[in-house]
């Protein structure tokens, strides 16, 4: 059963945006709902864009023709969203080994809800990849990219509805579904980055009020004009051709 929200929180989880209005003016802005976020952030979590612009939100499109843009993670509903709080690695939110993705959580909060990302442009490659993410500037060794977002789902736990765009969310139990972040449909500029087997840019998850975030950093100095791109990992290439930029480069 859903938590009792304060009442701006149920009209942005309500999509009532005459309610969410007619509250703007006398509602606390800096008051959290029980999962521990803000109107603001909560709008962005649940894809409300007209209520997180009036929140103050650059809800801007990356590039140009980018119609279904996301700033991070979203989901379809609050009980999504309150189901997906409850997924996260035990050993992540309370042990030592977890203080890293906490960490990261704690620090790169504003960057992830923003929708902050490195400078870039989505350039066509070639027929076989497609687009492809390259910076528009140079960037340091280790800089902070952006955030993989898309829409949280569920999946089988065959993946057989898994497309080229999703990335399994880490759960604490083996289940019969997976739990994915897909953006094939939404998302922003990182799902165009292609697979190289010399990456020039790591993922991380962050921990974050229970939910966990995918980060990505730079491996090494990226020049201006490079694209940008990742390791895939070796169950995106189970049941695909395996493609490569370097293979592409033979």
Known sequence: MQKKLPLIHQ?????????????????????????????????????????????????????????????????????????????????????????????????????????????SEVLWVDPTVGYGRFAQSSIPEGAYIGNYSGVFRKGDAKATDCNSYCFEYPCRFYRRELFMVDSQDWGNETRFMNHSDSPNIRYDYALDRGLLHLLFFATRPIAEGEQMTIDYGPDFWRNRRKVSLESLSC
């Open 11 to 119: 009209a942005i989880a309500d999509n009532d945006l005459s309610a969410f209005e007619a509250l703007l003016d006398r509602a606390d802005l800096e008051e959290r709902d029980p999962l521990g976020f803000t109107p603001r952030e909560l709008s962005v979590l649940l894809g409300r864009r007209d209520c997180a612009t009036r929140l103050g939100q650059d809800w801007h499109a990356p590039f140009e023709g980018t119609e279904h843009y996301l700033p991070c993670m979203c989901f379809r509903s609050y009980e999504d969203l309150e189901e997906g709080t409850r997924l996260a690695p035990l050993w992540m939110q309370y042990t030592p080994l977890g203080k890293d993705a906490r960490t990261l959580g704690e620090r790169y909060r504003e960057a992830v809800f923003s929708g902050f990302a490195t400078p």
